[in-house]
């Protein structure tokens, strides 16, 4: 029995999301476990995550510990050994298991659960908090979540208040928090000095399908410009989750990194970042002040042309094109690279900082009910 005269003792908070294409759900989760950490240092933050890709943790020191992936379970054949109903059964048995041994005060999750860490928050009866970001149809999504909005004490939306808009029976457990952006490992002035221009190509996690047609798009684009703006350096960062390598073609000029630890500090030391517009990539830029142009790429959930159009009207910073030719996008990017330096960065928004405000209460008035 938790009691709130104890001397802080621990509590644990786990944070599960999506981790097969993108970097967003993550990156997000992470934001606001290194701000409750540091307004409640008696908090222990545990990631489960399915599958790869957990070196953004790492390069924050969180822990993690991994799941099977379902999509590797389900959708390959990588488990075709094994029956589905033995598959169902391991990964329950898993879930099951991790939440007996760190006795989460609540789960966090962002957009979705696991099928299996699900049905397991919903036996034990572990409440849950569910980060949500705009989407293209929010009903149709929370219709999938059915099972497991009955255990939803709060809903954090990364949004500014009527950014989107939720079903009735949501709205008095909705809050809006505010853009969630994870801040950069490294300090300011501690950004390298640079000897020429740099210009940064990155698709974020760049586990989406077609992501290296961007990449091969944006790379001879930059060869293009390279004809006139021959002294800029390139790197491109692929992003830890990008498989497609064999079809990833060399350009003349053009740097490849498989990932960057730091690259919220890499974009703020950049003359000009070319990207798609996923949510954490384009809130990043706005608050860092980097000329960017945003290649906007159709999304299932997601609607990457809207937003980029938005900021780009906003935000005399960043450009959106949406064409397909490498000459015409390298004429756009000599143009706003050559453009006057426009507007200043902006602070980093505090939604991290409101979202573990939101958690924080949510432990305080648990341990006050079980003293009681």
């Not at 077609?210 to 021959?230: G, P, R």
């Not at 384009?282 to 999304?299: D, F, M, Q, S």
């Not at 330096?341 to 949510?362: H, M, T």
Request: with cysteine.
């Amino acid at each position: 029995m938790r009691s709130v005269y104890q001397s802080e003792p621990q509590e644990t908070v786990l944070f599960h999301g999506p981790n097969r294409i993108g970097l967003g759900h993550l990156n997000r989760l992470s934001a606001i476990a290194l701000a409750l950490k540091k307004k409640s240092p008696h908090v222990r933050p545990l990631f489960a995550v399915e599958g790869g890709a957990h070196v953004i943790l790492e390069a924050v020191r969180l822990p993690f510990v991994p799941l099977p992936s379902e999509y590797l379970m389900y959708e390959t054949g990588h488990w075709e050994d094994w029956n589905k109903g033995r598959r169902t059964s391991l990964a329950l048995d898993m879930c099951r298991s991790l939440l007996a041994a760190t006795d989460p005060a609540i789960v966090v999750i962002d957009c979705y659960p696991s099928l299996a860490l699900g049905t397991a928050i919903l036996e034990k009866g572990t409440p849950i908090v569910l980060c949500l970001r705009a989407m293209k149809d929010v009903e149709t999504h929370l219709s999938r979540l059915r099972r497991i909005l009955p255990a939803v004490e709060l809903i954090i939306l990364p949004h500014d208040p009527g950014a989107m808009t939720l079903p009735k029976e949501f709205e008095d457990k909705a809050c809006f928090v505010g853009q969630i952006v994870r801040p950069g490992l490294s300090g300011a002035g501690e950004l390298p000095a640079k000897k020429r221009p740099l210009i940064v190509i990155s698709g974020g996690g760049g586990g989406y399908p077609e992501t290296v047609d961007f990449y091969n798009f944006a790379a001879q684009a930059v060869s293009d410009l390279k004809t006139q703006y021959a002294d800029c350096e390139c790197r491109l960062i692929t992003g830890p989750l990008f498989e497609d390598w064999l079809a990833l073609r060399p350009a003349p000029g053009v740097s490849v990194i498989p990932y960057d630890p730091d690259v919220r500090n890499t974009f703020a030391g950049a003359d000009l970042v070319i990207c798609q517009a996923g949510y954490n990539t384009v809130a990043e830029l706005e608050c860092i002040g980097t000329k960017t142009i945003l290649v906007p790429a159709p999304r299932a959930l997601d609607d990457q042309f809207a937003r980029a159009r938005q900021v780009a009207l906003t935000n005399r910073r960043f450009r959106s094109y949406e064409g397909n030719s490498p000459a015409e996008l390298a004429r756009v990017a000599l143009s706003l690279l050559n453009a006057e330096v426009i507007g200043a960065p902006q602070e980093l928004p505090q939604g991290a900082e409101r979202a573990a405000e939101k958690l924080a209460g949510i432990l305080q008035s648990r341990s006050v009910a079980s003293f009681a």
